[in-house]
């Protein structure tokens, strides 16, 4: 939203404030779970939406289970980035299952992806790893575990769209050089030391040049066994 | 000058060297009792009911605060400290026979917290509180000392410290003890009520308030002069306010059950925690009981007040001061209100906010850049949010928006500059 779009939308809630009837002295705040986690839209766009050219992920709709397992994983070190960390060091368990539970319940449009940049080869590459993997090198399709429509699976695998490219990018390295981790066995630290860096690139490109699935999208489950050890997709 | 004159001369420096030296060391062993370093810990375990009073005491010590990892076992160490003197990493404190205190028996406990010696001899580095915890008397660290004992044995080797010379040195930290260290008992004051002892005996021993709360020499040791009287926490760069100074966060004027809110729940009508100030609420005053927290209320509560510093800054430029309207407008008016009212119960005031107008603008710059959730407790188990600023403003935003809380609806606070914010965010 503009700053100025954004002016109005305070000047219109100031101006429902001053109708409102004779309520003490203050803003119209409303004590609601989206009214206390404020603190995560600046970042990850207004209700949990990703803006498409930024760097923050998409949180709306994503799986309960993922987004609790990445809060404690915030909270507890397995993954770095200091402001997130900032934020829920002090938070319970309790209130961090609350606060994934209703990012998990928003079912919002997805915003248009940006026009893919890289050349048709690497795409269709990307395209193949994303959908077939690479059986010789015990690389499962992306889609065994985080669903056909890449829309992810519950109860705890994420989806794969709506995501910003370097955002995708900065996961692998992550992965690769230990800085984001998760509960042993970790699948996706696996795949992406099996990844080659010029295949990280295909399938990130041609995942964020896909456009996510309407509004409503049915929910699907994760179908154990996953095709790979994993400690933290089931639960 | 003669052979005879420079020998005379060259004996008399080493005099005074040794007579030096041996000062020192005299220093560094007072009131210190010697220690039979092959004493096993005892074969028994203790009884559940010491060992469930040493988790309460650890707990009011904050233990774990340091000497656990960030998701590393508790009490396992590993957590580094960072001074203005190199990193200091926290030991293993579980009864590993190899890489924790496994063998140490519980005088060599003591003299750690009691005297700041190793099991081994050598000197700990004050970064552990002991010139707080040496308050502490023998049956509290003895029963710290079974709780430790308890614990599942984790192995976990020390890392060493990162210190820079000369500051890794022993015979360094021996003259700085000898300077700035000196042992203590807690002797309770005749004429004060049982619950003044107790939270006294609380705040200036194992609650190590002043590890944060006073300021500090260029050689990292406490000043005297006003006690608690708050000063700016090394390295972290938040302002611990002065317990002292009612016009900080001192609580001589508040009603006792406000206090005890504000340690056992992070919140309180007229203010919350924030920064370092949550830590210390999670992980250690909400499980104190309320008569603990009722003594340190009262104890705070009688700190002598200190006077407030004369405002000598001149007031805040129009422009800054209508940048930071606008910017006000934009993103703090919907939660903090049109006129920094805020709205009761869910989002703190920001008029008349002791916090906001804090002359140190550390905290203010802090919190806007950071934001942050009040750390959650029984009291407050689904705290609002503050969002980071810093995704979304400049420095030099930052700092007129802070400009004008502080200044917008009374007593003026010293204008915020982005090189402020630089240095303090």
């Known amino acids: 939203m503009s700053r100025r779009a954004e002016r109005l939308a305070a000047a219109a809630l100031l101006a429902l404030a001053a109708l409102a009837p004779a309520r003490a002295a203050g803003p119209a705040v409303e004590d609601s779970i989206a009214q206390r986690v404020q603190a995560c839209t600046v970042c990850h766009g207004r209700e949990g939406r990703a803006t498409p050219d930024g760097y923050f992920p998409r949180i709306a709709g994503k799986p309960a289970g993922y987004l609790y397992n990445q809060l404690v994983n915030f909270r507890d070190g397995r993954r770095r980035y200091a402001p997130m960390t900032y934020l829920v060091e002090h938070l319970s368990d309790a209130y961090l299952h609350e606060i994934a539970g209703h990012f998990a319940t928003l079912d919002l449009p997805y915003a248009p992806p940006l026009p893919a940049q890289a050349p048709a080869a690497a795409l269709a590459q990307g395209e193949r790893l994303v959908r077939e993997g690479d059986a010789a090198r015990e690389l499962p399709a992306c889609t065994r575990c985080h669903g056909e429509r890449m829309t992810g699976a519950e109860p705890a695998i994420p989806g794969l769209l709506g995501l910003p490219r370097d955002y995708l990018l900065a996961q692998f390295g992550a992965w690769r050089n230990g800085q984001r981790r998760a509960a042993a066995p970790d699948c996706m630290a696996t795949i992406a030391q099996r990844l080659r860096p010029d295949e990280i690139t295909a399938l990130a490109g041609w995942l964020a040049a896909q456009q996510p699935p309407a509004a409503g999208a049915p929910k699907v489950r994760a179908q154990a066994p996953l095709p790979i050890d994993c400690g933290s997709g089931l639960r | ?425």
Request: positive net charge.
């Open chain 2, 1 to 425: 000058m003669s052979a005879r004159r420079w020998m005379l001369a060259g004996v008399g420096t080493v005099a005074v060297v040794v007579a030096l030296a041996a000062a020192v060391l005299a220093l560094n062993r007072l009131d210190e009792a010697p220690l039979d370093a092959t004493a096993a810990p005892p074969a028994t375990a203790f009884d559940a009911a010491t060992v469930a009073r040493g988790a309460y005491l650890a707990r009011a010590g904050n233990c774990i605060g340091c000497h656990t990892a960030r998701g590393g076992a508790e009490y396992a160490g590993g957590r580094g400290v960072d001074t203005p003197f190199g990193t200091v990493y926290a030991p293993n404190l579980t009864p590993d026979r190899e890489t924790g205190l496994g063998t140490w028996s519980a005088d060599a406990f003591w003299r750690a917290l009691h005297n700041g010696r190793s099991k081994d001899g050598r000197l700990l580095t004050p970064a552990f509180p002991y010139p707080s915890y040496t308050r502490v008397n023998r049956e509290d660290a003895d029963a710290i000392y079974a709780f430790l004992r308890s614990l599942p044995p984790v192995r976990q080797p020390n890392r060493p410290h990162a210190l820079r010379f000369p500051y890794d040195n022993q015979a360094a930290l021996a003259v700085w003890r000898a300077l700035f260290f000196r042992p203590g008992r807690f002797e309770p004051e005749a004429g004060r009520s049982a619950a003044w002892n107790r939270g006294s005996y609380l705040v200036r021993g194992l609650g190590h308030c002043e590890a944060c709360h006073a300021e500090r020499n260029w050689l990292g040791a406490t000043r005297g002069g006003i006690e608690l009287g708050g000063g700016l926490i090394p390295m972290q760069g938040w302002y611990a306010p002065s317990l002292a100074a009612p016009h900080e966060a001192g609580v001589q004027d508040w009603p006792e059950d406000e206090v005890v809110a504000l340690l056992g729940g992070g919140v309180a009508p007229r203010g919350s925690v924030m920064g370092p100030m949550s830590e210390v609420v999670f992980r250690s005053t909400q499980h104190l009981s309320r008569e603990d927290l009722r003594a340190m209320a009262v104890f705070l509560k009688s700190l002598p007040p200190a006077a407030a510093r004369a405002q000598t800054a001149p007031p805040p430029g129009g422009a800054a001061m209508r940048r930071g309207e606008a910017l006000y407008g934009d993103h703090c008016a919907a939660c903090h209100g049109e006129r920094g009212e805020g709205a009761a119960g869910l989002y703190p005031p920001l008029a008349g906010n002791r916090a906001v107008a804090l002359r140190a603008p550390h905290n203010v710059v802090k919190a806007i850049f950071h934001g942050g959730f009040a750390p959650a407790t029984a009291a407050n188990p689904r705290p609002f949010g503050m969002p980071p600023f810093a995704q979304l403003l400049s420095d030099a935003e930052v700092a007129d928006v802070a400009t004008y809380i502080r200044n917008a609806w009374g007593p003026a606070a010293p204008e915020v500059t982005a090189l402020d914010v630089l240095q303090a965010r």
